[in-house]
């Protein structure tokens, strides 16, 4: 994981506070094609000045969300708000919105300038103020040389600011932005990305990005909405969405994890200990779980939150023996993929702290996984 | 030595690209040639009717005879001025309706849902299966004096006596839009399917309504769709000599009209040839400009 840029930003966190206002209101929004069902029952509130992410794998439904705030698709039932206005009805060219397309739609017959210049021309704001304000605008964006440009002449990455310039430049209350770096190479991309942070902290617009890059939504976003086949799963902060997944499905797709299934042998409100058939040791929780006695739970356990050692844990719980299947060296890291008697693989990653390390656990060699009673996540669903 | 053979023989690409200048050079640039050879030259009672341009004198000197006197009588008589001009109008105001008529046309077309367009361009294509000729009678049958048209709004009570339609301008302006449409709509169908409709989207994001979309998006856009269009049907028109001589005026003065008469009635080949050839030019040089134009325009923006 990326380090992430917003831990200046820690103190900002309007939706923990009960009186905030929320800025974009989304309503029970359902947008249905035929007898498809897109977006299903989704109401969300999205606050001044965030990033939020929306997140989901392909046709999770959250570019058709994204589009019915830009008002090129209508929900076919619910409401949305944006700064107290009802937005449902209003069609986009009179939205306070603007968004920036995946494809960039530069338009292909007109300079940088121009089309930096063509949503203030479309307000008939006086020739002046236009040209200062594509001047100021191509300037924040690096570029100022490039204005006579036709989009043809440009990179990838210029044109990426074209488009973000362009919708920027209409000081929008909203800016929708769909898949913004996808189109850019790895480097480029990590580079944008801390860019596009500081021109939203710079300009104070509240930004509502499209992506199914959670990487790129840890690194942006103040809050993920996490969306699977319609729906809003989990909304949360970064670390809140990978240490407190609500279900299977949000800590699968947020980082690797090891999901161990099993039932709750001792269910109590300050622990819980879980019987897992593939592990000869119970998994002991320092926290109390809300579930049905007997019920089925799923234990998740992110790989660097494990241990490898030689020696046998002389803990009763927490610990399970394996053998070294693969290693895969990553150079900050390494990759274990270590079996278990029961034949279940589990993922554990280690830093690689120091360069001279002789005894370095090796393949095949039988090794025992130890982790903290604070690790696990217990899910229900 | 083998290899020097190698370099002088062609090679497989060279064959291929070889093809296309060889049937231009066998069907285009020849008989160029030798029309403009024609009309350097002044008619002879004899077969073939005009005078060779070289010919051995008795000293065994080789004698070229230009005579621009064929060029200098299109100048000097007002007949062919007034046929030249008569022409590009009548094409210019054919080619600006077929425009006005299959620009949307095209637009529902390419706009229209992907299972059915298929469908709708085979309709356009179809009169293409039936000949040409054929078509242009049935507008005879459709606007002489007690044909289709006449007889249907006498009935209906729009009029009680037939307008006399066939024979006047109207019908050579009916005729040559109707023939001449699908030539329009076919590259226009073209741009407008293969234009990427986020950018309206945009557009409309920017603060634009739907209409003023298509006036700064669409039709900037549909620019060199418009031009081919135009062009492929302007071309032909200026030329036309069928629908004229079948729906117009006798005396209606058309060049296609004129080189026909020069050549089979009067039979004047040289003078007849001078007339191609001016037509010729006349459509080529501003075509030509404006093609390059055009690509200053574009900047190389076809290289997306």
Not at chain 1, 154 to 162: D, E, M, N, W
Request: aromatic share 10%.
């Amino acid at each position: 994981m990326a380090t992430s840029p917003r831990v200046t930003q820690q103190k900002f966190q309007p939706w923990t506070d009960p009186d905030a206002k929320p800025y974009v209101r989304i309503e029970k929004v359902t947008k249905k094609f035929g007898d498809f069902v897109a977006v299903d029952d989704v109401s969300l509130d999205i606050f001044k000045k965030e990033i939020f992410c929306l997140l989901g794998a392909s046709g999770c439904g959250k570019t058709t969300l994204l589009r019915m705030l830009a008002g090129f698709e209508r929900p076919t039932s619910g409401k949305i708000f944006i700064d107290g206005i009802d937005m449902t009805l209003i069609p986009p060219y009179e939205r306070p919105v603007n968004m920036m397309f995946q494809s960039y739609a530069i338009f292909p017959h007109m300079t940088v300038e121009q089309n930096v210049a063509f949503g203030l021309k479309q307000e008939g704001l006086p020739k002046d103020e236009i040209a200062q304000r594509v001047n100021d605008m191509l300037n924040m964006v690096k570029l100022g040389p490039f204005g006579k440009r036709k989009p043809h002449q440009l990179s990838g990455g210029q044109r990426q600011r074209v488009a973000l310039a362009r919708a920027l430049v209409k000081k929008p209350k909203l800016l929708l932005l769909d898949e913004p770096l996808a189109a850019l190479d790895k480097k480029l991309r990590e580079h944008t990305q801390f860019e596009l942070i500081n021109i939203q902290e710079t300009l104070g617009v509240t930004f509502i990005v499209v992506t199914h890059d959670q990487e790129e939504a840890m690194t942006l976003s103040t809050r993920i909405g996490l969306m699977n086949h319609g729906e809003i799963v989990q909304v949360g902060t970064p670390d809140q969405m990978y240490e407190y997944p609500n279900s299977r499905f949000v800590s699968e797709f947020i980082g690797s994890v090891n999901m161990f299934e099993g039932r709750l042998t001792d269910d109590e409100p300050s622990f819980v200990r879980i019987a897992c058939d593939d592990l000869e040791a119970p998994i002991y929780v320092d926290h109390g779980v809300s579930s049905a006695p007997d019920a089925t739970v799923w234990a998740a356990i992110r790989p660097e939150k494990i241990t490898i050692t030689r020696e046998k844990p002389t803990e009763p719980d927490n610990w399970a023996s394996a053998v070294v299947q693969d290693i895969a060296y990553m150079g900050d890291m390494s990759i274990y993929l270590l079996r278990l008697d029961s034949g279940k693989v589990v993922r554990v990653t280690q830093p690689n702290a120091y360069r001279h390390a002789d005894d370095r656990i090796t393949w095949d060699e039988r090794v025992y996984l130890h982790w903290h009673a604070t690790s696990p996540v217990v899910v229900t669903k | 030595m083998m290899q020097r053979l190698r370099r002088l023989l062609p090679n497989g690409r060279s064959l291929v690209t070889a093809v296309p200048y060889l049937w231009l050079l066998l069907f285009f640039l020849i008989p160029f040639a030798i029309v403009l050879k024609i009309s350097f030259s002044s008619t002879l009672i004899a077969m073939p009717p005009y005078e060779p341009l070289l010919h051995w004198t008795a000293e065994k000197v080789l004698q070229i005879k230009l005579n621009l006197g064929n060029y200098a009588f299109l100048v000097e008589d007002n007949l062919y001025w007034m046929a030249y001009l008569n022409s590009i109008k009548v094409a210019a105001i054919s080619t600006l309706f077929c425009l006005l008529i299959g620009y949307p046309i095209a637009y529902s077309i390419a706009r229209s849902s992907p299972s059915i367009r298929n469908i709708l361009m085979l309709l356009i294509v179809l009169p293409f299966w039936t000949s040409f000729l054929l078509r242009v009678y049935a507008w005879i049958g459709i606007l002489k004096n007690n044909g289709l048209l006449n007889n249907f709004l006498m009935s209906i009570g729009v009029i009680d006596q037939p307008i006399q339609m066939l024979q006047t301008d109207f019908a050579v302006y009916v005729g040559i839009v109707y023939s001449y449409l699908p030539f329009m709509i076919l590259p226009l169908y073209a741009n407008l399917e293969k234009m990427d409709l986020t950018l309206l989207e945009a557009a409309a994001d920017l603060g634009c309504k739907p209409w003023q979309g298509f006036l700064k998006i669409t039709l900037p856009l549909s620019l060199p769709g418009i031009i081919a269009g135009c062009l492929l049907v302007f071309i032909p028109a200026v030329g036309e000599f069928v629908i004229p001589s079948l729906l117009g005026d006798p005396g209606m003065l058309m060049i296609g009209k004129v080189l026909w008469t020069e050549f089979f009635n009067n039979r004047d080949w040289p003078v007849a040839s001078a007339v191609a050839i001016a037509l010729l030019l006349f459509l080529v040089i501003p075509i030509m400009y404006f093609q390059r134009a055009q690509d200053a325009e574009a900047g190389g923006g076809v290289h997306r």
